[in-house]
């Protein structure tokens, strides 16, 4: 593989930046906090891009990366889940729809903040459609113990939702 291009490099992180948006939403609910997991996210894209082989689809390893970043800052960081910030307005100017779509996201991002950092990345994978194959390779897992981690996960964020009176 030729070295790697730094101008290809950004083309591929601005085609896909949404993916690090995401994560850093469901990992971070501040935005100076989700505005220092994207920059981190960034950095270790490009320290790791000799890597990519094209073996995968970029996004593919991307994700990959995005979520081990924002799991390793997360945990460095040692931030807690602060139950006061629930009540603030969640950055949702990515999703410019009606309403009431808006609400629903603001309401399921809130109670993501209360899952552990697996399980943020199991809901992410999932909310990205990936199948328990894909989440399992993406979090180096087997595919049973993705299927049965993501169904108790499920299970706890119905919980989180319920528990805090989010309607959906």
């Not at 997991?37 to 990366?65: D, N, P």
């Not at 994978?125 to 180096?140: C, M």
């Amino acid at each position: 593989m030729p070295e790697p291009s730094t101008a290809n490099f950004l083309q591929l992180i601005n085609e896909n930046k949404g993916i690090i948006h995401k994560v850093t939403k469901m990992y971070m609910d501040k935005v100076e906090d989700r505005e220092d997991l994207f920059q981190e996210i960034v950095m270790q894209l490009w320290k790791a891009y000799h890597t990519f082989k094209g073996s995968s689809k970029f996004s593919t390893w991307m994700y990959r990366v995005a979520l081990n970043t924002a799991i390793i800052f997360f945990k460095k960081e040692n931030r807690k889940v602060d139950k006061t910030s629930l009540n603030e307005q969640i950055d949702i100017a990515d999703y410019n729809d009606n309403q009431e779509k808006e609400e629903k996201l603001a309401y399921l991002y809130r109670a993501v903040q209360e899952l552990n950092p697996i399980e943020k990345a199991l809901i992410f994978l999932f909310l990205e459609n990936q199948s328990h194959k894909e989440i399992s390779h993406n979090l180096g897992i087997t595919e049973i113990n993705a299927r049965v981690k993501l169904n108790r996960t499920k299970e706890k964020l119905q919980q989180i939702i319920k528990k805090n009176g989010y309607e959906f």
